[in-house]
């Protein structure tokens, strides 16, 4: 989108090069504190994180910056700060406590779960000429997976590099990546993160890594153990070494980040950095000190202030220039947009400096657009510019095969195939005209949530191994089992649920909009029925790579269908189609019934109507015109479908995909218009139009 030519960061220049900024032999160090009295930088030895081996004071500096220039700041220096000021509502200072910068972009860990220290990086790496693939949003099609879990057990990475930034980049996954399809990795967090204190002590962890300890600094025990025995510089040249890799391949990074609470949890919990140096400044709090919780998670940070926007903005610029990452999914993101009454506004500052930054042009920028605050769901309601998770979308496609199935079984279908077809189509209901289709991140599961197996094997959660007495994660899931809890030896019903997940694999695969699959799921992972899986690190959550042959055989649908997808303009249009008017890269779409004859204004939210077909042309600028008709039937009963012979110049009709096969059917078979099809029973068929 345009870039503002007076675009000022907030805060201005006041806040410009907070962290180290190393000069000369020499380095200097600026702080933010709005309310400290005192802030001193204290060294440590390199290899005693406890042997302090000199301080020096801070001054005060226009803007509420304290600075230092010293020598003793030197590539490799372990440091701290200490930080003194008033007490009273809101504050929480304590000049003995040790805190980590802000801005640190290296961290050493000693023995204790406060025991870190911020480490001078000098941050030199060679791209070697690699640039980002930028792969445009209509030919994107977003794997998200948690980076330890995606190669901890895969047989064809070197022992060594398993779980690590450098297994990720590994040719083994390279060519998975490409086997299937996908051009851009999501990664679940990997700031730096710690587990809670109340998961060790149950025994667990926390895995996706939603509790953030720094935002500039690769979590380190994702690199190898060469790496970390070398320390963070070695870290982070292993991070920049993956994500060359994968750009050299063709394959996009986007970082899932968490702006919007960090790991310093509420009141009483650790203290660790921001809580430290300034409370009141950093965190959203009532007038008596109280925090103003709209993520869950103990704390939320104040957006509406100038140095916490600034916080989150330099370390996006960090993270998309010197790591050279491609897009960022924002956690919470409504949390991002709350003003100073902590209400959400769309044309938050915050929200347009990461859209108009001329740092952040040609970021993929996804939001997830809800907090558990009030007036948190968001959906469809950030600005222009940025792309959202679309549960709206999750909910209709998987209520459609799952849960609408299931009470058609004892009764009859509860509803039509309108609101279905709306989401095939866009979700033009949800975005704005001028956003377009591909403003919606189209999904039915994610890391949080039944994976795709189990949403088709299950009925409910079951997730008592969290140790939560299974009260823990969502209750509503619109999933299905198809007559069986769990596992089962049946197979009619195994023969179901396979079907199932090539629909709802279909659909996202299929749908106008950007797809997004969860890694695993294209080979049908199980987590058990555990829909909340945040604290096993185990090999209940890592990948499995051995497969039996329906595994095989969901793996090449999903290649196939991304290959179509790629094929095919008229199934990934960027504008919304307008009657009557010629729109480039718009899709115009037809919509008739079983009988070939145009949709009537009934039929749309008719229950007893669950079958349609969907013609859809596209109407390029770059790209040799195309035409596909999509028949969906939404009934276990199967049906006779009439093809449509008032398709426009249409001769033939050319067999693309059914998910009615077990395994993709390479042989293009053939219909004329007004041919008859026997369609089985909840199923979905492509074709090309000629």
Request: net charge negative; with cysteine.
């Amino acid at each position: 989108m345009p870039v503002s030519r007076a675009f000022a960061a907030p805060g201005g220049s006041h806040l410009d090069d907070l962290g180290v900024r190393l000069h000369d032999g020499t380095a200097t160090l600026r702080v933010w504190s709005q309310n400290a009295s005192s802030v001193e930088l204290v060294i440590f030895d390199e290899t005693d994180l406890d042997w302090v081996t000199d301080t020096v004071d801070l001054e005060r500096r226009p803007g509420s910056v304290w600075e230092v220039t010293t020598d003793l700041l030197q590539p490799g220096t372990r440091y701290a700060l200490r930080v003194g000021g008033p007490h009273g509502p809101g504050n929480t200072f304590n000049p003995e406590t040790l805190l980590l910068d802000p801005y640190a972009k290296g961290l050493a860990q000693g023995d204790g779960y406060e025991e870190w220290r911020s480490v001078v990086i000098a941050d030199g790496f060679d791209w070697g000429g690699v640039h980002k693939p930028r792969i445009p949003l209509d030919r994107t099609v977003v794997y998200e997976g948690h980076l330890k879990g995606m190669t901890k057990r895969h047989p064809g990475v070197t022992p060594a590099l398993h779980g690590t930034y450098a297994g990720l980049a590994h040719p083994a996954m390279i060519e998975y990546f490409h086997s299937i399809g996908v051009t851009t990795i999501e990664l679940l967090p990997i700031h730096a993160f710690v587990p809670e204190p109340r998961l060790l002590e149950r025994g667990l962890t926390n895995y996706w890594g939603y509790n953030t300890l720094n935002f500039f600094t690769p979590h380190a025990a994702y690199a190898s153990d060469d790496a970390r025995k070398e320390g963070p510089e070695a870290v982070l040249s292993e991070f920049k070494g993956m994500v060359r890799l994968l750009h050299e391949a063709g394959l996009e990074v986007v970082l899932d980040v968490v702006y919007n609470h960090t790991s310093e949890e509420g009141i009483g919990g650790p203290r660790s950095s921001l809580r430290g140096i300034d409370n009141a400044g950093y965190y959203r709090q009532q007038p008596d000190g109280a925090y103003v919780d709209t993520t869950g998670c103990g704390n939320t940070l104040d957006t509406s202030t100038d140095a916490v926007a600034r916080l989150v903005l330099d370390s996006l610029r960090y993270w998309a220039t010197e790591m050279q990452i491609d897009g960022f999914r924002f956690d919470l993101a409504a949390a991002l947009g709350r003003n100073a009454k902590h209400e959400y506004d769309r044309e938050h500052p915050l929200l347009r400096a990461i859209l108009e930054d001329p740092l952040l042009q040609d970021v993929k920028m996804i939001a997830e657009p809800w907090d558990v605050g009030l007036g948190g769901w968001q959906t469809g309601n950030f600005p222009d510019g940025f792309l959202e998770w679309n549960d709206r979308y999750r909910d209709r496609v998987r209520n459609f095969w799952l849960s609408d199935i299931d009470y058609a079984r004892r009764a009859s279908a509860p509803v039509g195939i309108g609101g279905f077809a709306t989401r095939l189509a866009g979700s033009s209901n949800t975005f704005a005209d001028e956003r377009g289709p591909l403003a919606s991140v189209n999904f039915v599961t994610a890391h949080d949530g039944f994976t795709l197996h189990d949403l088709v094997s299950y009925d409910v959660k079951h997730n008592e191994a969290n140790g939560e007495n299974n009260h823990d994660g969502a209750d509503m899931n619109r999933a299905f089992n198809h007559g069986a809890e769990g596992p089962t030896d049946d197979p009619t019903i195994l023969a179901a649920r396979r079907k199932a997940m090539r629909n709802l694999l279909g659909t996202v695969l299929l749908s106008a909009g950007i797809p997004m699959l969860t890694a695993g799921d294209e080979t049908g992972r199980t987590q058990r029925g555990n829909n909340n899986a945040y604290a096993h690190d185990s090999a209940l959550t890592w990948l499995n790579w051995e497969f039996e042959p329906w595994q095989e055989d969901l793996r090449a649908h999903v290649a196939t269908l991304t290959r179509l997808r790629r094929e095919n303009p008229a199934l990934r249009p960027s504008r919304y189609a307008r009657l009557g008017e010629h729109i480039p890269n718009a899709s115009v779409m037809d919509w008739y019934d079983q009988n070939g004859e145009t949709m009537e204004q009934e039929q749309w939210t008719d229950p007893g109507n669950r079958t349609l077909q969907y013609v859809a042309a596209s109407t390029p600028d770059s790209e040799d015109f195309n035409r596909i008709l999509l028949i969906v039937h939404g009934t276990e009963t199967p049906i006779d479908i009439t093809l449509p012979d008032a398709v426009d110049g249409a001769t033939r009709f050319v067999s693309l995909w059914s998910s009615a096969d077990e395994n993709p059917d390479a042989q293009q078979r053939i219909l004329a218009p007004g041919d008859v099809l026997p369609v089985p029973g909840t199923s979905m068929h492509l074709f090309r139009v000629e």
